[in-house]
């Protein structure tokens, strides 16, 4: 389990960089935004408020009218590596200071991300994710749910004045889901049987030069993939309109796509996918006009216009 002062279970640590590290280093400000992390009562920019012995306490009904805990610590991945870890939810010093490195580092709740944004000091670099009853997560979380927050979230954000530098990646769980799945190829391949079941024991390839190395050279083996087939959208003024992109690309791309903007092409290495995977290239049209905003019913999915008239 993942190391967080929520926990009831045993905890493991990652070793290696991640993302946040690399923008840490570079010192391009950046957060992981979760609903829930912080206490129900919490108001960001007044860290008193919130009560650190009630942290990840908040809950919700879905849909469905079952109520769900917000907070899931393994949904939150930055809190596996000591370096980027706020085991004790410590809320960040200030507004100002959110995306910078405070005592929350970089790990916040959903809060703290409206409000950078409603103070113009939102992160380059932001991850959001939807407390559990709207995270879309079957079992739990309805895709009315998720519609829900998605709606909300990107209408909201191209109110903004920073709208017309922003880009939203969506992306989803490759366990389960709502979605139907598609066996993609096999470009990372393993030779261990008794481990290399994504499709069956013995079916992720044999050849040795397509095994993940680390930067040592070393075999990585049980890393037989692509998995199944996932959903990504990109809404933007950049995105290209009513396309669909033909590219193979991963969950990985999203990473490569930070370290192209922001890093200058830095790689995390080890093997990591962020080096071989595909780009979102493809879905990005920077010549010509820009996309016009599109504001969604959250509760229909149809197109509607913003308060007081107008399409955006």
């Not at 085991?87 to 507004?95: C, D, E, F, Q, V």
């Not at 050279?217 to 049980?222: F, L, R, T, V, W």
Request: charged fraction near 15%; hydrophobic fraction near 30%.
């Amino acid at each position: 389990m993942v190391d967080d002062n929520d926990n009831a279970g045993d905890t493991i640590q990652m070793g290696g960089v991640n993302i946040g590290d690399l923008l840490d280093n570079a010192g391009v400000t950046w957060g992981w935004f979760q609903g829930g992390f912080a206490s129900p009562g919490y108001v960001s920019g007044k860290p008193s408020t919130d009560d650190l012995s009630k942290v990840c306490t908040g809950t919700h009904k879905n849909i469905g009218g079952v109520e769900q805990q917000d907070y899931s610590p393994h949904h939150e991945p930055f809190q596996y590596y000591a370096s980027t870890a706020n085991p004790l939810h410590l809320p960040p010093t200030s507004i100002a200071s959110i995306g910078y490195q405070d005592q929350a580092n970089h790990q916040y709740d959903l809060r703290d991300f409206w409000a950078a944004a409603n103070s113009g000091n939102l992160p380059a670099v932001s991850y959001l994710k939807a407390a559990k009853y709207q995270d879309g997560h079957a079992g739990y979380s309805d895709p009315l749910d998720e519609q829900q927050f998605l709606a909300e979230t990107v209408n909201r954000l191209q109110r903004l004045p920073t709208w017309k530098s922003t880009a939203i990646v969506i992306l989803y769980d490759d366990s389960d889901g709502w979605y139907d799945h598609v066996i993609g190829p096999i470009t990372s391949q393993s030779q261990v049987q008794s481990l290399d079941t994504l499709t069956d024991p013995g079916l992720c390839g044999t050849n040795a030069a397509k095994v993940p190395t680390t930067d040592s050279g070393a075999p990585e083996q049980a890393r037989c993939g692509v998995g199944p087939r996932l959903p990504l959208l990109v809404i933007s003024p950049y995105a290209k309109q009513n396309y669909v992109a033909n590219s193979l690309t991963t969950q990985s791309s999203v990473v490569r796509f930070i370290e192209d903007n922001w890093l200058d092409g830095e790689r995390l290495g080890n093997g990591s996918y962020d080096a071989t995977d595909g780009t979102l290239d493809d879905m990005f049209q920077f010549a010509g006009p820009r996309a016009p905003k599109l504001f969604l019913s959250p509760s229909t999915g149809e197109p509607v216009g913003p308060p007081g008239g107008g399409r955006g």
